[in-house]
């Protein structure tokens, strides 16, 4: 069987790209998305939290001058794009800020078309959603705790044109576990039904007292007293669900406790 022409054409359907790069890591798909996009503009927008850690730092190795969009606990939706003063001429977005809220990417690549944007949509915790589609450059990461992991690598998605010739001769296709990839990608649609019902169950035992309670992974509860923080530590044990605390940037800046809904595999 050839793993990795069945792992293109997987990656292809569900982006409705024309092409599949692979690369190392994530974060080298980040930085390469960045670098061919700085060739017709200067300016990068990325949100103020619920991104990646290295949209900034690559964004300010590739020389761009970086500005951030306020966003809504990680939320960007176009009602706050409308409102930027300044259009950005590149905006990177992770299409599922925190892994716990999902982006409407169809109205905000709309938009961006409408503005000029050139528009980067890391798809790392929404693939399989529907809304990897969007975007004139989609990337994605297969790291620990993705959906799908195989502890290292990442994608691009592009259609023809320059950045075809750009981006090609970057491949590294013979660094990937094509076996375990497929797997990863035939087994995607239970695993995130599997999470999208520990994730409910998680919702219906706060009673809504959560962060944007609709499509995500993660389940993001704030606190704002000692004792709510213990409580809410007290339930991840009981049920042995991971967590992370927050203010975190790539999860929300406000005091709260993000459950780890990914991270169970």
């Avoid at 024309?18 to 390469?32: D, P, V």
């Avoid at 994608?155 to 044109?161: E, H, P, S, T, Y």
Wanted: with cysteine.
């Amino acid at each position: 069987m050839d793993y990795e022409t069945a792992c293109r054409r997987l990656l292809m359907k569900m982006t409705g790209k024309r092409h599949i790069m692979f690369c190392r890591r994530g974060n080298q798909a980040i930085r390469l998305s960045l670098r061919y996009a700085r060739s017709f503009a200067e300016t990068l927008a990325l949100p103020d939290q619920g991104g990646w850690m290295t949209y900034g730092q690559s964004g300010v190795k590739e020389g761009y001058r970086i500005r951030f969009i306020p966003t809504d606990d990680g939320l960007v939706d176009v009602s706050l794009l409308e409102g930027l003063k300044d259009v950005p001429g590149v905006m990177i977005l992770n299409a599922m800020p925190g892994y716990h809220a999902l982006l409407d990417m169809d109205a905000i690549a709309r938009w961006a078309k409408q503005q000029g944007v050139f528009l980067i949509n890391d798809v790392s915790g929404a693939i399989g959603t529907g809304q990897e589609r969007f975007g004139d450059l989609i990337l994605g990461s297969f790291g620990r705790w993705k959906p799908v992991s195989i502890r290292t690598g990442g994608f691009l998605a592009f259609d023809d044109g320059p950045i075809d010739g750009f981006l090609s001769r970057q491949d590294l296709s013979h660094q990937i576990d094509f076996p375990a990839l497929l797997e990863q990608l035939t087994s995607l649609r239970p695993r995130l039904e599997r999470w999208r019902m520990i994730h409910d169950a998680i919702l219906k035992d706060f009673r809504g007292h959560v962060l944007h309670p609709g499509k995500g992974i993660n389940v993001i509860v704030p606190f704002s007293s000692a004792g709510e923080k213990k409580a809410i530590l007290s339930y991840c044990e009981k049920h042995k669900y991971p967590s992370v605390l927050c203010p975190k940037d790539i999860r929300v800046k406000r005091d709260a406790v993000s459950i780890e809904v990914k991270r169970l595999g």
